[in-house]
Every structure is written in structure tokens, then in C-alpha cells.
């Protein structure tokens, strides 16, 4: 099963509906080669090859594009308003801070970030960044 579904089944359904599309001539003998070499495949990697070849040719055609939409499971269902992520802690991160009032903060994002920051803070452009390190508290916070 891949994140097409299980799209062997399906494409087994299909070939035993085919007859009443007029793709049928058309798509019967590789569809019918296909669904064996798929079902028969014991190595996962070469299995997921023949399971992509079948999503492909049951897509080329309208009609049974639309009957293998109606065949596989939803991957993306329906999103509600709930937050995307859990309420965790926030990962703690290296940053540049303005020591005034901490105005301005400039995250380090990783340690391959090609960005650099200002040397001033854009807020008061008379005061230099420090660096505070990742889970450092500035005196008087909690």
C-alpha cells in the first residue's frame, strides 16, 4: 500500500468493470499484465514501481480516472479549525535580541543559515545585537 491506496485492488475492480467503458480495448491487456506483475511482486521498491504504472494508465483515461477516484480512500480528508500542530513547547532557538526592552530578535535558524543578521537593531539604530543562546532568559524574565 502506497499513498495511492491500495491501488492494486482498485485496479482489479476496474479490470473486472471494464467491459462497460470504451476504453476497454484500449486498456484491457496492459491493465490485465499489469495487476498480475503488481500482485505477484514480493520486493516492496519494485511493487511501489508497478503500483505508480497503474495509477498512471487508470489515469489517462476520464472515465477511469473518475471510477478510481471513487474506488481509492481520501488521503486528505476534511481540516477542521483545530491547531495544525500539538501544543508543545516552542523549540528553544539562538537569536540576536535588541538588549533594550527586547525590541527586535532576530532568530538563528540553523547552523547553515545563510542569512546574517544586523549588526544594529532597525528599531534603535544606535544600539548593537546580542547573541543570547537558545533556551537563555534575560535577566528579569521567567
Do not use: Q
Request: with cysteine; hydrophobic share 40%; glycine share 8%.
Amino acid at each position: 500500500m502506497n499513498e495511492y491506496g491500495d491501488i492494486v485492488e482498485v485496479a482489479g475492480r476496474v479490470l473486472r468493470e471494464l467491459d462497460r467503458w470504451p476504453e476497454a480495448a484500449a486498456l484491457a491487456g496492459p491493465l490485465a499484465a499489469l495487476v498480475r506483475r503488481a500482485s505477484a511482486e514480493t520486493d516492496p521498491d519494485a511493487r511501489a514501481g508497478h503500483e505508480d504504472e497503474l495509477y498512471r494508465l487508470l489515469s489517462r483515461h476520464e472515465t477511469t480516472r473518475h471510477r478510481m477516484d471513487e474506488l481509492l480512500p481520501s488521503t486528505v480528508g476534511w481540516r477542521g479549525l483545530e491547531p495544525t500542530f500539538s501544543s508543545g513547547t516552542p523549540v528553544a532557538k539562538d537569536r540576536f535580541v535588541c538588549p533594550r526592552e527586547d525590541h527586535y530578535v532576530w532568530t538563528v535558524l540553523g547552523v547553515d543559515d545563510p542569512d546574517s543578521p544586523p549588526e544594529r537593531c532597525p528599531v534603535h539604530t544606535d544600539v548593537a545585537l546580542v547573541f543570547r543562546a537558545a533556551g537563555f532568559a534575560a535577566p528579569g524574565t521567567a
